[in-house]
């Protein structure tokens, strides 16, 4: 069974700093991309971030690009957020999600989420 | 980027009915869509890949189509438990972009 499992949200004050990790099992990890998506409260989904299998390509929102910084350790299975500069616009529930082999980028499998204040 | 525009933002359905939601892509997606099912409190469920393809375990009553930039989720007879927020997505390009949901209530 595919198990995602997002840990290292909380309340963080503007202009600060937080690391998302997404413990992943159930498959082959280093095998597939991996991706962050978020969703502000009330608010619809807004994709984040994206790591290539290897970890050599990735991909960001606009809005978070040079502030959030996206890794994985194939060896740990796990993928993280790294999260730099944080405004209040960040705040939102952070899901790991992936897709399949025939299908990398719709998103098959996603975590519980983990939730992200910024706030004074 | 690629904006999505999901119509209509609240549709209005009696169980047992039949129901069609859009999603129009600003430019071609070809037929890299995928829709999702979200409930409160819930992470989004995969419905629909490569715009017409049934994810593993979603029942036969929901349906994709469309290509290009023309795309439609049809629900063929609803259940109780259909009822919730129905997001678009395109993985075409980059940006990875989703419509802005359609909440699909009972009326």
């Known amino acids: 069974e595919v198990q995602l499992l997002e840990s290292g949200g909380g309340l963080i004050q503007p202009g600060g700093s937080l690391r998302l990790s997404c413990a992943a099992s159930?498959?082959?990890?280093?095998?597939?991309?991996m991706n962050w998506v978020r969703q502000a409260p009330g608010k619809g989904l807004e994709w984040v971030s994206t790591?290539?299998?290897?970890?050599?390509?990735?991909y960001y929102a606009d809005s978070v690009k040079g502030r959030f910084t996206v890794s994985r350790d194939n060896s740990k299975n796990t993928l993280f957020l790294q999260m730099n500069s944080l405004r209040a616009e960040d705040t939102a529930v952070y899901f790991c999600?992936?897709?399949?082999?025939?299908?990398?980028?719709?998103?098959?499998?996603w975590g519980r989420g983990t939730l992200v204040t910024v706030s004074s | 980027e690629i904006v999505m525009t999901q119509s209509p933002d609240t549709l209005s359905v009696s169980p047992g009915e039949r129901t069609t939601l859009s999603c129009r892509a600003s430019?071609?997606?070809?037929?890299?869509l995928a829709w999702y099912q979200q409930k409160p409190g819930q992470a989004p469920r995969l419905l629909i890949y490569?715009?017409?393809t049934r994810a593993t375990g979603i029942p036969s009553r929901f349906s994709g189509s469309g290509s290009v930039t023309e795309f439609t989720l049809t629900i063929s007879s609803l259940q109780s438990e259909d009822f919730a927020l129905y997001y678009c997505?395109?993985?075409?390009?980059?940006?990875?972009?989703f419509g802005q949901g359609t909440r699909l209530e009972i009326k």
């Open positions: 159930g498959f082959t990890f280093s095998s597939l991309a």
């Open positions: 430019q071609t997606v070809t037929s890299n």
């Open positions: 490569g715009a017409s």
């Open positions: 999600a992936k897709g399949d082999t025939d299908s990398w980028y719709a998103f098959r499998d």
């Open positions: 790591i290539r299998d290897s970890g050599t390509r990735t």
């Open positions: 997505q395109q993985y075409n390009s980059w940006p990875i972009t």
